[in-house]
Nanobody
Framework: QVQLVESGGGLVQPGGSLRLSCAAS????????MGWFRQAPGKEREFVAA????????YYADSVKGRFTASRDSAKNTVYLQMNSLKPEDTAIYYC??????????????????WGQGTQVTVSS
């Protein structure tokens, strides 16, 4: 089973950019589809983006489509979330998650068995 560690969060002004990283341990990273979720204070955890095992297929929530890009580097066992044109409503703790194999329910928290500890993203002037 993989272990996940996120990094790259911080404070950024509206319109700015951040790149989150999620480093996975283990030798079977390519067997895992990866997801990004976020949770704002007082709200439920919500789907942000997902990427298939191969990296060919990516999926996005409507609220981030066109602004966020998920990618993965199998040589580094790392998945990334490039976030551009950030808005105050993007403020949340961002989590990466892993599931063994691809799934049509990539948007559901229940589809993922392993989670990172989260990294805070704050968008504010």
């Amino acid at each position: 089973q993989v272990q996940l560690v996120e990094s790259g969060g911080g404070l950024v002004q509206p319109g700015g950019s951040l790149r989150l990283s999620c480093a996975a341990s283990g030798r079977t990273f390519s067997s895992y589809a990866m997801g990004w979720f976020r949770q704002a204070p007082g709200k439920e955890r919500e789907f942000v983006a997902a990427i298939s095992r191969s990296g060919i297929n990516t999926y996005y929530a409507d609220s981030v489509k066109g602004r966020f890009t998920a990618s993965r580097d199998s040589a580094k066992n790392t998945v990334y979330l490039q976030m551009n044109s950030l808005k105050p409503e993007d403020t949340a703790i961002y989590y990466c998650a892993a599931r063994l194999g691809d799934s049509t329910t990539y948007y559901a928290t229940r589809a993922y068995g392993t989670w990172g500890q989260g990294t805070q993203v704050t968008v504010s002037s």
